[in-house]
């Protein structure tokens, strides 16, 4: 069967593309192979006037390379050989002597974006499906097809580096803005405008003074420089992507199309042999897979969830209410204890939307429509009917037992699913004095909830796979990338967070200064350090999380006094503006607090001299050990979901891969000898977890 269909009518070729048995089209040498025999019978037909390519998918016009091609490729000769087969295509096309539309119709992204280029004419619907840009940087690659070569000869220079260097995707209105379409209409008149576009004279494309000013070697190579320097701060040079794009860009620009497109195709090979490529490659495929997986291994099906209750009008319940009413598009009752709680609540979900609309995200209408989604009340009228009720409240057990209580004497009819957002304590025992334990499951949102894209589902040892496949098909509505975990003291997530940040605290009492500390996280490739992670998270807030993991792992997870003190001292961190940093007007979190040693008992700080090699291998070790002994113990369901959970939701480096990929480029049998190592020399929070040992031992990784 064959991804593209032909038709010629009166001097007029329409060339549609449907790959069969896929929902999305997608370019790989197949589809090369068959789209040549195309271009060669429309170049051999001298009756042919103009052409418009469309697509035949809904919500589709070509959703870039297929990434499972790039696997394939062995070699830096196979890598640009691939891309010079896409810029031969596809200069094809340019080089014919009729006019040439796109008729966009849904996501162009890519190598589709790419071929759209090549048109004299770009016409896009104004669907919401409709995304235009090039995300290949996301993968560690920069586009190969002609992107970083047509894209800044065609629009504004700095917004061609914005679009090359964030993967930034537009929606048609913003990508006429930039000059990347030439006409957005309605779905259903999209041929017909086509055709009119098709009916133009071959368009001969000048530019303004001010782009082919900015193309002027000086200015070029100014813009270009600063773009280099701000590339630097935000990824530390960690990622070699969006600084090989700048240079290919760079030299693109000052020399010939054919010499820019060889340049271009260079680098994409270099770049797609390097590990930080593979692993966000590995990345992308297991976000994919989790797109696709229930959470459950049973045939049991996800409920249909109409009405949510969300208890708890705080930062956490506010932002659950917004990414169900917005997101997932569904009902939503908030409840709270107080008016002022729930006004407050309300209001946070109004302000996220007004960001929205103040952007042109979303219209009027639309903010309108979405707040009606939204009520609430100070008692539980109006929950009654909820298919699923998330209780976003205080880390108090009784206080989410008796809930579970409340939610269950509403409506014995009614099988309402009780999602309990603890970050760490056991589902197990909320659903202990339960009813129905079988409808309790954990729901572990990340704050801010409109902005981290990780929900951890928990099964607890009752729990029914129907309310398993419920809280996961729920968060996917979100928007969330879900993960599902096994029951358990701080599940997964904030097991492993836990001894990475006492870690961070024992380095500090030992002398080690705080601003060494997280800048050696951070030079690791974490968002932010550890210390100042805790002042986000909230010191009385981790502080409660290590006594209930203390209880469960004993010296596995051992208590520290200065944290104590800190609390003694009503330290909170930033919510209280006071913490490790300096929350005051001058610095704003910038500096740390100088008296913070003081009450923490540490004289002289910055006494003890650790090279960052050694920081960062006693704090990350502590987080890749508790992986293993989660993945060994049966917490995990995968490496997979180990390492999406770690990513998604605690920053780690997406250019290694996660703790599990990282563990395996080092080695089991290394990573066993550094922890036994430390073992010796700090006590059993560095015993090797015996998933490590028995890996070890067969020479073996975690993906094996």
């Known amino acids: 069967m064959s991804s593209f269909s032909l038709e010629k009518n009166e001097g007029l070729a329409i060339v549609t593309m449907d790959t069969p048995d896929s929902p999305q089209n997608v370019l790989n040498q197949a589809v090369g192979e068959e789209f040549e025999a195309i271009i060669s019978d429309i170049e051999d037909d001298a009756s042919l006037k103009s052409l418009i390519f469309r697509s035949a998918k809904p919500g589709c016009f070509i959703a870039g390379a297929d990434i499972s091609m790039l696997q394939t490729i062995e070699s830096e000769q196979q890598a640009e050989a691939s891309c010079h087969m896409l810029h031969g295509l596809f200069q094809r096309i340019a080089d014919l002597k009729i006019t040439t539309v796109a008729a966009i119709d849904g996501v162009c992204l890519g190598g589709g974006l790419e071929l759209a280029l090549v048109f004299d004419f770009r016409v896009a619907t104004s669907e919401k499906a409709t995304k235009i840009g090039v995300p290949e940087v996301q993968l560690g690659l920069l586009p190969g097809g002609g992107g970083t070569t047509r894209l800044p000869r065609m629009i504004a220079l700095p917004t061609a580096l914005d679009l090359i260097l ?16 030439d006409k957005v209409v309605l779905p259903q008149v999209l041929l017909s405008s086509a055709k009119r576009y098709a009916a133009k004279t071959k368009p001969i494309r000048s530019q303004s003074i001010k782009d082919r000013l900015m193309k002027f070697g000086p200015v070029r190579n100014f813009v270009i420089s600063q773009a280099r320097k701000q590339t630097l701060k935000l990824t530390k040079g960690k990622y070699p992507a969006p600084l090989k794009i700048l240079d290919v860009i760079e030299n693109g620009l000052a020399t010939t199309l054919p010499n820019a497109l060889e340049l271009e195709a260079k680098g994409f090979a270099e770049l797609l042999m390097t ?89 009027g209408l639309d903010r309108q429509n979405t707040m009606a989604r939204l009520t609430g009340g100070i008692d539980y009228r109006g929950l009654k009917n909820s298919d699923v009720v998330i209780e976003a409240v205080f880390e108090s057990l009784d206080l989410k037992q008796r809930m579970v209580a409340d939610i269950e004497a509403l409506d014995a009819s009614k099988e309402t699913i009780f999602a309990t957002n603890t970050s760490a304590i056991p589902i197990d025992d909320v659903a202990a004095k339960a009813k129905h334990p079988e409808r309790i499951v954990g729901m572990h949102y990340f704050s801010p909830v409109e902005k981290m894209p ?73 968002p932010v350090g550890p210390i100042k992670l805790m002042d986000e998270v909230g010191i009385d807030v981790g502080a409660h999380i290590v006594v209930t993991l ?30 490790f940093y300096d929350y005051g007007d001058e610095s704003k979190g910038k500096n740390v607090d100088s008296s913070i040693y003081v009450v923490m008992g540490v004289d002289n700080p910055g006494r003890t001299e650790l090279s960052r090699s050694e920081i960062t291998e006693r704090i990350i070790l502590t987080m890749l050990n508790e992986a293993a002994y989660c993945h060994g113990e049966g917490i995990l369901r995968s490496a997979r979901d ?7 939701g605690l920053g780690f480096p997406p250019f290694l891969g996660g703790p599990f990929r990282y563990m395996d480029s080092i080695g089991a049998a290394a990573v066993v000898e550094k922890l036994s190592t430390l073992q010796a020399e700090h006590g059993a929070r560095f015993t090797p977890a015996p998933v490590l040992l028995e890996l070890a031992q067969a020479d073996k990784g975690f993906y094996d």
């Open 166 to 181: 964030t993967g930034k995707q537009l929606n048609a209105k913003r990508a006429k803005g930039v000059g990347l379409v």
């Open 275 to 363: 590990p930080e490529s593979k692993q966000l490659v590995n990345i992308f495929f297991a976000v994919t897979d989790l797109k696709k997986d229930p959470g459950v291994d049973s045939d049991e099906q996800a409920r249909i969830v109409d009405n949510v209750g969300v208890l708890g009008a705080g930062l956490m319940g506010a932002g659950i209410s917004y990414v169900t009413v917005d997101k997932a598009k569904t009902t939503v009752r908030l409840k709270d204890i107080s008016v002022d709680g729930l006004a407050k609540g309300i209001a946070y979900v109004g302000k996220l939307l007004d960001k929205k609309l103040a952007r042109r995200h979303i219209s």
């Open 642 to 648: 180990g390492d999406i959970g770690a990513i998604f």
């Open 550 to 579: 203390n209880q469960a792992f004993g010296e596995r997870v051992p208590l520290i006094d200065g944290v104590e003190k800190l609390l003694d001292d009503d330290r909170k961190g930033k919510k209280n503006g006071r913490g």
């Open 454 to 526: 990780l929900l951890e589902v928990i099964n607890g040892t009752k729990t029914a796979d129907w309310a398993t496949a419920t809280a996961v098909e729920l968060g996917k509505k979100q928007g969330k990338t879900v993960i599902v975990v096994n029951d358990g003291p701080g599940f997964y997530t904030t097991r492993i967070l836990v001894p990475y940040g006492n870690e961070a605290i024992r380095l500090v009492l030992e002398g080690v200064s705080i601003e060494d500390v997280d800048s050696a996280m951070e030079d690791f490739g974490m």
